[in-house]
């Protein structure tokens, strides 16, 4: 072997030693890059489960799941936090409400509330607080912050439509309802409470419409009884029958839907099986006045006034304030030949139904002045004139919502309460 030869082999042995030691230096770089790199990542970890982001995250997990000291000890954490106080009180006071401790959950809310990022949940929660403590307009002051910041808050939005609701500002909340209804396609509840609201309007076809949009949402819901019901109340007002008993055919017996049935049979020309459907709802509950009311109207129908003026004369005499049973006793008596009573019957049918239309004026004025608790006081009288108690504290309520300090309705509610149940 030639000397040149000798050294270009030479050459050629330390380039490759050069090139593997080059590749394993870059390797190395590559695996200590890479150590610095997880470690770093670990670091950033460990500081954001162990920090205040951490702390706070785990205090809303803790929330979910109900455990109240898991709460208070992040709550304690995060408020001895430069920088992480609003953290603190938001966690504070979504606890409080979640305990029903509404006086206490609405200072920390309303501290809360003071950092941009927990304005709407804090003034949402707060909602949620005044509306379970009666205060609707602190509601409807809560939730309309709320909504201002983020209109497409609809949590926030189902507070303010309670509080409207509960304080008859009905066609105000009707036009919120409709909007979470539109926003939250699969909640059954919005078009629920639009049923029941045309319902009571005697708008029977808006609420089918809205029942049975609300059942479609979800054919299973906690109160389907309730609304199977008042559906089919509303088919009967309208002379359909038939829907009506397709509507109560799985529906839990009870004398509300005994008596709905009976009445569908009867519209039917099915006498027999509406007799027995009554006879079944008053087994339910012997004192259920449209059970009475309505087996009084078929037996009058059938010509049997005696036994028919004994049945409503009973009705009557449980619910003096209904005009339909004054009414229907009136024609009874009159059958039978006692005109003299069938003219007091007649006479109290008119006096109660003058009542009623007051009522009814009073319910449209209070939906045109939300604000005004003379109005719902009123409202309220008049319900506990008609024997609607649970209905006339309602409003009295409402009244105190909007004037804590109105004494007449403070009353009423205690003179309500004081009755036997």
Known sequence: MTE??????????????????????FWVAVAVTGLLIVGVSVAILWVHENGPEGHYR?????????????????????????????????????????LGKLDEAIVYLGKAA????MFVEANTAAAQCFYTSGMYLQAITAAEAALKRDEECLDARRWLA???YDLGA??????????????????????????????????????????????????????LGAIQAELAECQIRLGEFADALDTLKNAEPTAVVATLKAEGFSGLGKSEDAHEWLNDALKLDPDHFPAKLAKGKLLLDEGDADKAVEVLESAVKKEPANSQGHFQLSQAL????????????????????????????????????????????????????????????????????????????????????????
């Open 4 to 25: 040149p030869t000798k050294i270009s082999e030479t050459a050629k042995g330390l380039s490759v030693r050069r090139t593997v030691r080059g590749r394993i230096l």
């Open 58 to 98: 785990r205090g809303r997990a803790a929330l979910l799941a109900i455990d109240r000291d898991a709460v208070l000890h992040e709550v304690e954490i995060l408020s001895q936090t430069r920088g992480y106080e609003h953290h603190a009180w938001l966690l504070q006071g979504l606890l409080f409400t979640q």
């Open 114 to 117: 003071e950092h941009p990022s």
């Open 162 to 164: 309670a509080a409207l």
């Open 170 to 223: 009905l066609p105000n909340a009707v036009e919120e309802l409709k909007r979470i209804s539109a926003n939250a396609p699969r909640d059954p509840r919005p078009d629920r409470l639009l049923g029941l609201i045309a319902k009571d309007g005697e708008h029977f076809v808006d609420a089918i419409k809205f029942y049975r949009e609300s059942l479609r949402r979800d054919s299973q819901q906690p109160d």
């Open 334 to 421: 009159r059958q039978t030949g006692n005109t003299l009573r069938a003219d007091e019957e007649l006479q109290q049918m008119r006096a109660t139904q003058a009542i009623e239309r007051r009522f009814a004026d009073l319910h449209e004025s209070a939906a045109q002045h939300p604000n005004d608790p003379e109005i719902r006081f009123r409202t309220g009288e008049l319900a506990r004139q008609l024997g609607k108690l649970k209905l006339a504290k309602i409003w009295f309520r409402a009244a105190l919502a909007i004037d804590p300090k109105y004494t007449k309705a403070r009353l009423a509610i205690e003179e309500l309460d004081a009755l036997p149940q």
